[in-house]
C-alpha cells in the first residue's frame, strides 16, 4: 500500500508543478516573447466568453488588418492607460479616409459611442485564459516578473528534493536486498 500511496503522490506533485508551469507560461512567458500583452477584464461587458477576470492576451495589429467580429483591445484616449476590450461591429473609415472601427462589448445593448481610431488600438485578442485575470490583477508589473523567479526557484527547488528523495530511495533498496538477501 504505501508503495501506491508514493506513486500517486509523486503523480499528483508532477501535474501540480505542470499546472503552475503552465499557468505562468500562459500569463506572463508566452505574451512577452511573443510580443503581447496580458490584460485583466474587469466589466461584465464582454460577457459570456469574456467574464469579470478573465485574462486576455492581445498582440499588436496593423490597423488594416482588423476585420468585423475581432476582438480588440484599445485606448479609452490615445496615450491614455485606460484601455476597453470589445468586439469590433463595424469597419468603416473618418473624415480623412483613415480606419474607424465601431465597437460594441457583447454582453451591450448599443455600440460604444464614440468610433476607435487605429492609435488607439493595442492589438487583437490571441488568446483568453478565465480567472487567471484574477492572478494578474494583484501584482503590478515589476512584482509579477519577481513572483515569477520565486516560483520557477521554488519550482526548481521542489524538483531538486524529489530526485534527491528519489536517489536515496534507489540508494536504500540495494542495501535493503542485501541484508534481507
Same mark, same amino acid.
Given at each position: 500500500?504505501?508503495?501506491?500511496?508514493?506513486?500517486?503522490?509523486?503523480?499528483?506533485?508532477?501535474?501540480?508543478?505542470?499546472?503552475?508551469?503552465?499557468?505562468?507560461?500562459?500569463?506572463?512567458?508566452?505574451?512577452?516573447?511573443?510580443?503581447?500583452?496580458?490584460? $485583466?477584464?474587469?466589466?461584465?461587458?464582454?460577457? @459570456? *466568453?469574456?467574464? #469579470?477576470?478573465?485574462? !486576455?492576451? %492581445? =498582440?499588436?495589429?496593423?490597423?488594416?488588418?482588423?476585420?468585423?467580429?475581432?476582438?480588440?483591445?484599445?485606448?479609452?484616449?490615445?496615450?491614455?492607460?485606460?484601455?476597453?476590450?470589445?468586439?469590433?461591429?463595424?469597419?468603416?473609415?473618418?473624415?480623412?479616409?483613415?480606419?474607424?472601427?465601431? $465597437?460594441?462589448?457583447?454582453?451591450?445593448?448599443? @455600440? *460604444?459611442?464614440? #468610433?476607435?481610431?487605429? !492609435?488607439? %488600438? =493595442?492589438?487583437?485578442?490571441?488568446?483568453?485564459?478565465?480567472?487567471?485575470?484574477?492572478?494578474?490583477?494583484?501584482?503590478?508589473?515589476?512584482?509579477?516578473?519577481?513572483?515569477?523567479?520565486?516560483?520557477?526557484?521554488?519550482?526548481?527547488?521542489?524538483?531538486?528534493?524529489?530526485?534527491?528523495?528519489?536517489?536515496?530511495?534507489?540508494?536504500?533498496? @540495494?542495501?535493503?536486498?542485501?541484508?534481507?538477501?
Amino acid at each position: 500500500m504505501r508503495p501506491v500511496l508514493g506513486w500517486v503522490s509523486q503523480v499528483v506533485s508532477w501535474l501540480v508543478i505542470l499546472g503552475i508551469c503552465a499557468v505562468l507560461a500562459a500569463a506572463v512567458l508566452v505574451p512577452r516573447l511573443a510580443g503581447a500583452t496580458p490584460y $485583466t477584464v474587469l466589466t461584465g461587458s464582454m460577457r @459570456p *466568453d469574456l467574464p #469579470p477576470g478573465t485574462l !486576455v492576451v %492581445v =498582440k499588436p495589429i496593423a490597423a488594416e488588418e482588423i476585420r468585423s467580429g475581432d476582438v480588440i483591445t484599445y485606448q479609452l484616449e490615445s496615450g491614455k492607460p485606460t484601455v476597453v476590450t470589445h468586439r469590433v461591429i463595424a469597419v468603416g473609415s473618418d473624415l480623412t479616409g483613415k480606419p474607424a472601427f465601431t $465597437t460594441q462589448g457583447d454582453a451591450n445593448d448599443a @455600440p *460604444d459611442a464614440e #468610433p476607435v481610431r487605429p !492609435v488607439q %488600438v =493595442k492589438g487583437r485578442l490571441w488568446y483568453s485564459v478565465p480567472y487567471l485575470g484574477h492572478v494578474n490583477s494583484w501584482f503590478t508589473g515589476h512584482q509579477r516578473q519577481w513572483g515569477v523567479y520565486a516560483a520557477a526557484g521554488g519550482l526548481a527547488l521542489y524538483a531538486l528534493a524529489q530526485f534527491a528523495g528519489a536517489w536515496r530511495e534507489r540508494r536504500r533498496q @540495494p542495501e535493503e536486498v542485501a541484508a534481507h538477501g
